[in-house]
């Protein structure tokens, strides 16, 4: 559950903590008090989308610190490596800047944002107040009566086979096309074949020529020092080169080598020397040797640099490049004109990979329609103790006209609240009240199924009032005492029901507003009750009024502690 909340600098809050407890949790507050900055907060630790807009006005970053505690065994814990320290408790920290920067911690450990929303996921549950609207959306339907349903293995079989399904029918896609685009295509495949089988490409000729045309536009400046270097290490008939006069040098010194040591040094460079320089005009003659030019090879080598740079233009910038091209629509090429006899393999394929998705998906209906059942009867049995008696729920599952990837069905939520009215389409006959009913009701069955600790519910109580007020706060109560729940309400009689009760209000100070948020005493919380109740003008009747509900709250919390 989450134990504590540090917020600092988000809107108008500039250091708060908030000091959560087991069981029912309500804030109250006017409207734009600052409830919603909670939540935002608890969003950010959860990884939530926070708009540096929040941040402060004046201040450059913003943080959020969430401490959880009597955590269970997550699955996000072994993927992560990350743990809850020896005491049980799981540090969060998040930091938004004005530049959009987040910096986010769990465990003192570095995470991403994505890894935080993961996490925040199997830690808290938040419910607001338009999830009721998402009733009236028909789309949303099947994934809450997935989410009950608990398919699991069956689903993720289904998926799998329908991917195999789709995957064959995008090979076969890619292989139909009608006659005269195909006889195109093969047209132009054999063109840009046979451009490139004549051009008898070899691999890094791109760059061997250009190596080798750069040498023959210098070949007459290249010649000339080349052979002016082989004369001058080698000489000729009249003159001695390098070579020759160090092997002269070494003789002469060889005959005294041994008497000092330092002649024997010298004897050594300089032997050195004649073999080092002795390999150097080898070098140089073989060079002179590859700088026999052709008068017409500069002009083949420019003409076959052309041939290449045009090619390369269509099929690619280096020879490789090219050679990978041709590779690629020789195999098209084959693809296209063994096409039909692939696409009846495909077709054969397909239609046994369609029948298994096929097969698979009735499995999967086969376990919505059983789930329903049970959804139903669960429904109902909630929403009576929600103060409609008379209430009938069904979830009527009907077959789409082809199958997709999320199988065979689509649902659709009917009600009826009264006796004697027939089934119809929730969008139709629920109002806003009792919508508010049946999401509190369906989230409450769907929490069955999970592990999370703590739920949020911001302002689901919207349009219930009266009676119906007072059962909305009896299943908020029961459900605290297996969860902890945060609630943010503007009902006297949900409030009541609070195991600590929490004022958000704003004030100024400085020129500056700012938001706190105060857990209220005993004597405070009567009169935030009263104030609920009858807004500025509290009486000694509306105080007695509120007295007496919390009696009442306490004693029917009594009984629901016994009852366990």
């Not at 460079?269 to 070098?283: G, K, N, P, T």
Request: hydrophobic content about 40%; some cysteine; aromatic content about 6%.
């Amino acid at each position: 559950m989450l134990s504590s909340l540090y917020i600092e600098n988000i809107a108008l809050i500039e250091k708060q903590e908030v000091f959560f407890q087991k069981g029912l949790n309500v804030l109250t507050g006017e409207t734009g008090a600052g409830k919603s900055i909670v939540l935002d907060s608890i969003g950010a630790i959860m990884g939530e989308r926070i708009s540096r807009d929040l941040i402060r006005t004046g201040e450059k970053t913003a943080r959020v610190v969430g401490v959880f505690c009597d955590l269970p065994k997550l699955s996000w814990f072994d993927e992560m490596g990350i743990y809850p320290d020896e005491n049980g408790e799981l540090l969060i920290f998040r930091q938004i800047a004005e530049d959009g920067k987040n910096v986010c911690r769990v465990s003192s450990t570095p995470c991403t944002v994505a890894q935080l929303k993961e996490l925040g996921r199997q830690l808290i549950n938040i419910h607001g107040q338009h999830d009721s609207q998402r009733l009236l959306d028909e789309r949303v339907h099947l994934s809450y009566l997935d989410s009950f349903a608990a398919l699991g293995e069956t689903f993720e079989a289904f998926s799998t086979a329908f991917s195999d399904y789709q995957a064959v029918e995008k090979q076969m896609e890619a292989l139909r096309m009608d006659e005269a685009e195909k006889s195109r295509r093969i047209d132009t495949l054999k063109y840009q074949i046979d451009e490139l089988s004549s051009a008898n490409l070899q691999e890094h000729e791109l760059e061997e020529l250009t190596q080798r045309r750069d040498i023959l536009r210098n070949s007459s400046t290249l010649t000339e020092a080349v052979e002016g270097a082989y004369y001058a290490l080698s000489g000729d008939d009249d003159q001695m080169g390098a070579v020759a006069l160090l092997s002269q040098a070494e003789r002469m010194l060889a005959s005294v080598a041994n008497v000092t040591s330092e002649m024997e040094e010298v004897f050594n460079q300089v032997s050195e020397l004649y073999y080092s320089v002795d390999d150097i005009a080898e070098r140089v003659r073989d060079m002179k040797a590859q700088f026999e030019f052709s008068p017409y090879e500069l002009d083949e080598v420019e003409s076959r640099l052309d041939l290449l740079y045009r090619l390369g233009k269509k099929y690619g910038k280096s020879t490789e490049d090219m050679l990978a091209y041709h590779s690629r629509i020789q195999n098209e090429l084959e693809s296209i004109e063994m096409a039909d006899e692939t696409l009846e393999k495909l077709e054969l394929e397909s239609k046994r990979l369609y029948d298994n998705a096929l097969l698979k998906a009735r499995e999967l209906s086969q376990k919505r329609q059983d789930a329903a059942v049970f959804l139903q009867e669960k429904i109902e049995e909630e929403l009576r103790q929600l103060d409609m008696p008379n209430v009938q729920f069904y979830a009527n599952i009907t077959e789409k006209e082809t199958m997709d990837q999320l199988g065979l069905d689509q649902v659709q939520f009917f009600m009826s609240a009264n006796i004697g009215e027939e089934l119809k389409p929730i969008h139709k006959v629920a109002s806003g009240g009792e919508l508010s009913r049946i999401m509190l009701a369906l989230k409450n069955v769907l929490a069955e199924n999970d592990m999370i600790a703590t739920l949020i519910f911001d302002e689901v109580d919207v349009g219930v009032s009266g009676r119906a007020a007072q059962k909305v706060a009896e299943k908020m109560a029961q459900l605290s005492s297996r969860r902890q729940i945060l609630c943010v309400t503007h009902l006297t009689q949900i409030a009541s029901m609070a195991d600590v009760h929490f004022s958000v209000h704003k004030g100024e100070k400085e020129d500056r507003t700012y938001t706190h948020v105060h857990a209220l005493s005993e004597d405070e919380r009567v009169l935030e009750l009263a104030r609920l109740t009858g807004g500025e003008h509290i009486s000694d009747a509306i105080l007695k009024g509120v007295k007496e509900m919390l009696l009442k709250s306490r004693s029917y919390k009594s009984d629901i502690v016994v009852g366990q």
